[in-house]
DNA sequence: TTTGCTGT
């Protein structure tokens, strides 16, 4: 494997290299694409596996993954399911398309004895070498490694928290005036929300959108980190259902630049339809809702 | 409080 990865970071990739390593991606995922599209069968197989009891955890697993994509999958890229979150992995740009959580009263519970502080940033190793971010991406980058799945949002239990340190959860973001601050002012609303609703769900991800340029033509346009050019978003999503207690659903969708934001700026400044971000991602959120349960988007009625 | 960084 240490050959592939000099022959990539050495040289020219060439057509050799290229299919050598299409081979063994192709080898790693065989499993997992002989049972698609049966689409619980394939988050099984993306389930790391170093567990002493894999059996019962699968069981255990899956009925948390049906419980947090409840409303549908907004796509099928790369499903990677923790036992708190599901994860769907854009091998291109080094970067998570989308991760999905459930937001209860319980899971958002202060546990004291979850300590975040003995969490570490760690590559995810059930992505391949060639695709996966390192922490050595980000050093010196003058980007955080942002939480897109947020740890705060898992502190119940230790291990739910320490999955969310895989780098394969992290997206590179602009530290004070936005990470630290306008984004995690809205990760903590969206936490909140488990206050007044008994079931929250938040699907979280990157942008990478157009944008003028001086001749006046639009161009995706973004800066990549490292030697293993991580992707920095240009926005981030978040689309938020919540569940009342009799049984109507409210959506809240917002976009944010990944740049430093005014601490005054209200978070519904940051408020689009949710079709838009759907357009510029390329996914479908919640394509399960049964619409006449929908009865409000970003607090109007629909 | 929660979000992270750098340097030893």
């Known amino acids: 494997m240490m050959f592939f990865r000099r022959f990539l970071i050495g040289s020219s990739l060439t057509l050799t290299g290229f299919l050598a390593g299409s081979l063994i991606e192709r080898r790693k995922q065989e499993p997992c694409q002989k049972v698609f599209p049966g689409l619980f069968d394939a988050v099984y197989a993306a389930t790391p596996v170093s567990l002493p009891d894999v059996q019962s955890h699968k069981n255990v697993?899956?009925?948390r993954i049906?419980?947090?994509?409840?409303?549908?999958?907004?796509?099928?890229?790369?499903?990677?399911?923790?036992d708190d979150y599901v994860l769907s992995y854009d091998r291109r740009n080094r970067v998570a398309h989308w991760v999905f959580e459930h937001l209860t009263p319980e899971t958002v519970k202060h546990n004291p004895e979850v300590d975040r502080a003995k969490c570490d940033f760690k590559r995810d190793e059930t992505v391949h070498p060639f695709f996966r971010s390192d922490n050595s991406d980000y050093k010196h980058s003058g980007f955080d490694r942002g939480h897109l799945a947020a740890a705060g949002n898992?502190?119940?239990n230790q291990k739910h928290c320490e999955d969310t340190f895989f780098l394969s959860n992290m997206a590179p973001q602009v530290g004070k005036g936005?990470?630290?601050d306008a984004w995690n002012k809205l990760e903590k609303y969206v936490r909140k929300?488990?206050?007044k609703y008994s079931n929250v769900y938040c699907c979280t991800g990157p942008l990478y959108l157009p944008r003028?340029?001086?001749d006046g033509k639009m161009y995706v346009k973004y800066q990549v980190l490292g030697t293993n050019s991580v992707a920095v978003p240009t926005h981030f999503f978040k689309v938020v259902v919540c569940e009342r207690s009799d049984g109507r659903l409210e959506m809240e969708a917002y976009v944010m630049p990944n740049q430093v934001i005014n601490d005054e700026s209200p978070l519904t400044m940051f408020q689009v339809p949710p079709e838009?971000?759907?357009r510029a991602a390329g996914l479908l959120f919640f394509s399960q809702i049964n619409r006449r349960h929908l009865v409000s988007i970003n607090g109007k009625n629909v």
């Open 61 to 63: 697993t899956s009925n």
């Open 66 to 82: 049906s419980q947090i994509m409840r409303f549908g999958f907004p796509g099928f890229d790369q499903i990677r399911s923790f």
């Open 154 to 156: 898992h502190k119940a």
């Open 178 to 180: 936005f990470n630290r």
């Open 193 to 195: 929300l488990t206050k």
């Open 212 to 214: 003028k340029e001086a």
């Open 276 to 278: 838009t971000i759907e």
